[in-house]
């Protein structure tokens, strides 16, 4: 009975969370979904009137994360804006969930303004590049999963650190740029020319999704192993990104 009433209590936090800040949110201004995806399509077009469209299937899987991370990144400044101003984590923090399914439907949230675009260039990357494979789709659409929940506890991490929200407003562009444009997502690996400069692009965890996805689309071939390495990789990220957020939020912030 405990288990069951823990359960409940955690998926009733979880839809409360995820409608608050994802579907009536949506539903009020559907163009919060726009913004994300400008960027990548202005790109996408650049590249198409060029008719660069040997690039153009890199261009449609870069788009895809790139809308991801804009979305899930955005997570730094709501986390901040609704303990700061709003206090709303305390809230949550009491009810059975805890935290816990408040930061799950906060991202959840995020992830519902991303499905528009995400949509869009994922019919693109069907029409204009021929992927019709179902387990190209099925390696793409873990990645960008992948890429959601580590680019989300990231934006948590941040917003922990955060005094004022002003001080996020300067991040969450810049953290797009860093991880949904300059790595390896709109070109392949092989491009950069130094071994090293390929290594350190991996400190990004949106590179290995990338690649993953470029391999998917039959864009590039990966070497032995490296297919697991490159789940292993965000993977670790992941991890790394949900340890320290839990030592932040087991103090008082």
Do not use: C
Request: overall charge positive; proline content about 7%.
């Amino acid at each position: 009975m405990r288990v069951r009433g823990a359960l409940s209590g955690f998926l009733r936090s979880l839809y409360a969370s995820t409608m608050l800040f994802g579907v009536l949110p949506f539903k009020q201004n559907p163009f919060w979904a726009l913004s994300p995806a400008l960027a990548p399509f202005a790109f996408l077009l650049f590249l198409s009137i060029y008719r660069f469209q040997q690039v153009v299937p890199f261009a449609l899987i870069g788009g895809l994360i790139s809308i991801v991370v804009a979305n899930s990144i955005s997570m730094e400044s709501d986390a901040a804006f609704n303990r700061i101003v709003l206090r709303l984590d305390s809230m949550f923090a009491l009810t059975k969930g805890g935290l816990i399914p408040y930061a799950i439907g906060l991202a959840l949230g995020n992830l519902i303004n991303a499905v528009p675009g995400v949509a869009v260039f994922a019919v693109l990357l069907w029409t204009m590049a021929g992927i019709t494979s179902p387990q190209a789709w099925a390696t793409m659409l873990g990645a960008l999963t992948l890429i959601w929940a580590v680019v989300s506890l990231l934006g948590y991490l941040i917003s922990t650190y955060a005094r004022d929200i002003r001080d996020l407003w300067v991040y969450s562009p810049l953290m797009t740029a860093l991880l949904g444009y300059l790595p390896p997502v709109y070109y392949p690996l092989e491009l950069l020319p130094d071994p090293f400069l390929r290594a350190i692009a991996f400190i990004s965890p949106t590179t290995s999704a990338a690649r993953l996805m470029h391999s998917a689309a039959g864009l590039v071939k990966l070497g032995p192993g490296e297919f697991a390495v490159l789940w292993a990789i965000p993977a670790a990220h992941a991890v790394v990104f949900a340890a320290l957020l839990y030592r932040r939020v087991r103090r008082p912030i």
